[in-house]
């Protein structure tokens, strides 16, 4: 299934031979970082291209961590954990992070047919925020809500990618909400780190 960013992903390897396989895509590319700790047994991991094609392969020996530095063109991979020699564990679950440094993956808001694509990224978000509106024209107002559904940051827009410093908001969740000429309202949820 496909995994998001920046998370920790938890699962097992049972029973031996187990193959677990988490679907990302690049949209920008650049550099990415994934990890997997917490293991209770002798696992590696290896990334693969859309076609399954092996790049890179972490192999380090027992319950060593697992570590690949990747700088990754935009398309589809998959990080895979398998156990060494049939290594497995059915009750203690390994953690899998797929980290980006430079590469992005927009989040999808609204892609039917004759809407305009939004893009809100990267998500999670640390400073700042980047807003893709295409196709709109005129100013566009973007509204960043709290958890309490009170608005943080409001900011006018102009242009198909726009940039919003959201530095100073606490880490959460928040809900984005962009308007245009008060309507065609889209919104999405943006975590914070």
């Known amino acids: 299934f496909t995994i998001p960013f920046n998370t920790n992903v938890t699962g097992l390897i049972s029973p031996t031979g187990d193959i677990d396989n988490y ?20 696992y590696d991991l290896k990334l693969l291209n859309s076609a399954g094609t092996q790049l890179v392969i972490s192999q380090n020996g027992s319950t060593t961590s697992e570590t690949i530095n990747y700088t990754a063109a935009a ?19 390994y953690t899998l992070r797929v980290a980006t440094g430079t590469a992005s993956a927009p989040q999808l ?7 305009k694509q939004v893009e809100v990224y990267p998500n999670p978000a640390k400073d700042i ?30 242009g198909a990618v726009s940039q919003m410093n959201i530095a100073a908001l606490p880490a959460g969740i928040y809900l984005v909400k962009i308007s245009n000429n008060s309507k065609d309202v889209y919104s999405v949820k943006l975590i914070k780190e």
């Open 23 to 42: 679907k990302f895509v690049i949209t920008t590319g650049g550099t990415i970082t994934i990890t997997l700790t917490t293991l209770p047994a002798d």
């Open 75 to 93: 398309g589809t991979y998959y990080a895979q954990v398998f156990g060494y020699s049939g290594a497995n564990n059915a009750t203690t679950c």
């Open 129 to 158: 925020m980047y807003i893709s509106i295409p196709g709109f024209t005129g100013v566009s107002e973007v509204r960043v809500f709290n958890g309490n559904g009170k608005v943080v940051l409001n900011s006018k827009v102009a």
């Open 109 to 115: 808001v609204s892609t039917g047919k004759g809407k």
